[in-house]
């Protein structure tokens, strides 16, 4: 086995872990980053539907790498893995993670987020708790973020938008298409109050980025030209310039290993191509793999000295797993029924809607009560062609073909277009929602896969219900047809948190305050791990905030040379 020695060892590529790099390269610190998957470079990303939407281009084959899935079924939990259900978990394994294929709409948490336990008191069946730090002490990281990673949006003061230190953003908001104005006087009737979106996408140049080029493709797809706020882009491109960042791609990491009982050696990876094994050192360790992945590689970390997972005395590690609850819905502008604007300015492509609804962040209705509700973002539906067209192909179960086929596509391109909603809410951290290893089942490289019991708690369908009520009568005053919504307890795949929860106390926490294990000193969690509940946005900003946050005390502490 090779030797190399660093400073500090990142695993993983995304936003977290470009974060922490960022920062200590920028500070002359020597960083390795360790991503399991290949580097693909801005002039490769390629707005290729089949590639990028239906096959394993940037995601591992489900056959070689999966999880096994947990739901209850009838009563009893039933695991089926995710070779059989084809329902993947992972989530951009390339450099830069899954920061390249989201959409941008970010927003901060809100300060009463923070403190939901003390804002709200006990939920039954939920294990609500505090963060261990204010919305105060993280708001400079955000700020931070907002400039670094480039943030574009409008500022407007709103009874749910958290306060700023800053009057404005750094860009102005991303062009707009002229739905906007339809959706804003009809927000405007029912005295709803809509905002200008903060979005992770360029709207001007920013050093070597090019701005948005609306290429009416986003979301889970590449940016060819940087206006995306990736990791890659905004974080491990200026890392690399410093000439202090060693980029392992093809590298996935098995384990950490230890020789003594509070501190990490090595990283024990293999060369995904070659299928070499060997060990990193470093001083400093950060876990930055996304938020289920983190908690089973420190499960399968577990040795004499930590028995049941690497900085598990508290016997919390992978529990209190959340995602992103709420739903989404969507309603049909239809070329003969349209006010406010025309067809052919609705019909532009490329432009955002850039909307997003806080009035219902908190909720104290006279008739449903007094609850912590969500946030909605508006957009048009995902442009991809194959998914479009089969859509609302059948008649009385039939499926319809031929003529009658061909001219319902066309119109489903040319007579109308879809507007949709996407509710964010809290997904109350439970006892039934936690990843764990499985005992059977083994990934390619002989390790157990992570075994994800995925149990929701009912008042997260009761807010996503209650939003999403309110949303459906914005898209009828709108005049929009063929309204539906889905709120689910299945949750989304690619807003993952919780597993390694910080806190103060190490009996009921894996970290503390600054993502440091409570257990080993020198390993440092920094994905959405570490948070407590997820509050009712996503989780993006956040992440690279507290990264951020997290670096600089890393910083400080190898400035005072420990641990050695």
């Known amino acids: 086995m090779s030797k190399d020695e660093f400073d500090v060892v990142v695993i993983g590529s995304g936003a977290s872990g470009g974060a922490v790099a960022y920062t200590l390269c920028k500070a002359g610190y020597k960083v390795a980053v360790l991503e399991k998957g290949r580097l693909i470079r801005r002039d490769e990303f390629s707005k290729d539907e089949l590639a990028y939407c239906r096959r394993d281009i940037v995601t591992p084959n489900l056959f070689e790498e999966y999880h096994v899935i947990e739901e209850k079924v009838n009563g009893k939990w039933e695991a089926t893995p995710t070779y059989d259900s084809g329902w993947s978990f992972w989530n951009g394994n390339i450099v ?39 919305y105060e002490e993280l708001e400079p990281y955000y700020t931070l973020a ?11 003061p709103h009874p749910y938008e958290p306060p700023r230190s800053t009057p404005g953003f750094t860009q102005p908001p991303t062009r707009e298409n ?16 809509s905002l200008v979106t903060p979005r992770a996408v360029l709207s001007r140049d920013k050093g070597h980025r090019k701005a948005c080029y609306y290429s009416n493709f986003c979301g889970s797809y590449g940016c060819s030209s940087g206006a995306k706020g990736s990791s890659r882009e905004a974080l491990l491109k200026p890392a690399l310039a410093t000439g202090n960042l060693t980029l392992m791609t093809n590298t996935h990491v098995k384990y950490l290993h230890t020789e003594q009982k509070d501190r990490v050696n090595s990283a024990v990876a293999i ?19 996304q938020a289920h992945e983190s908690a089973r590689l420190l499960l399968n970390s577990a040795n004499k000295y930590h028995p049941e997972g690497l ?7 992978g529990k209190n797993l959340i995602f992103s609850g709420g739903g989404s819905g969507q309603g049909e502008l239809h070329e003969n029924e349209l006010k406010e604007i025309s067809f052919g300015e609705l019909m532009q492509t490329g432009y955002f809607v850039n909307r997003s609804i806080l009035d219902w962040y908190f909720v104290d209705d006279w008739w449903h009560g007094k609850f912590k509700g969500g946030s909605v973002e508006f957009m048009f539906e995902h442009q991809n062609i194959i998914s479009r067209a089969r859509k609302n192909n059948y008649e009385e179960g039939r499926l319809v073909w031929g003529k009658a086929l061909g001219e319902r596509v066309v119109d489903r391109f040319t007579k109308q277009k879809s507007i949709r909603f996407e509710i964010f809410n809290d997904w109350l ?12 089942h083994k990934d390619k490289y ?21 939003i999403a009520k309110k949303c459906e009568a914005v898209l009828e005053e709108m005049g929009a047809k063929n309204i539906y919504s889905s709120i689910s307890a299945d949750p989304a795949q690619n807003l993952v948190a919780g597993g390694c929860r910080f806190g103060n106390d190490p009996k009921t926490s ?11 000193p020198n390993l440092f969690v920094a994905d959405a791990s570490f948070m407590p509940t997820g509050g009712s946005v996503a989780y993006t900003w956040t992440i690279y905030a507290n990264a951020f946050r997290v670096a600089d005390h890393i910083a400080k502490i190898l400035k005072k040379g420990m641990p050695g």
């Open 96 to 134: 830069g993670g899954s920061s390249n294929f989201m959409s941008g709409m970010l927003h901060r948490l809100h300060p009463d987020d923070f403190r939901l336990k003390s804002k709200y008191g006990e939920i039954e069946g939920a294990n609500v708790v505090d963060w261990p730090i204010s």
């Open 146 to 156: 907002e400039e670094i990673v480039g943030i574009s949006g409008y500022y407007e």
């Open 178 to 193: 002229a739905v906007v104005t339809l959706l804003d006087k009809s927000c405007k009737a029912l005295g709803i109050r």
């Open 271 to 289: 060369d995904t191509v070659t299928g070499k094994e060997k060990k990193i050192y470093a001083r400093l360790f950060v876990v930055a793999a």
């Open 311 to 317: 900085a598990n005395s508290s016997g919390e590690l």
């Open 429 to 440: 951290p439970n006892d039934n929602c936690f990843v764990s290893l499985d005992p059977t």
């Open 446 to 466: 002989g390790m157990p896969v992570g075994k994800l019991r995925i149990g929701a708690h009912p008042q997260d369908i009761k807010v996503g219900k209650y």
């Open 510 to 520: 894996v970290l503390n305050k600054y993502c440091q294990a409570h257990d080993v």
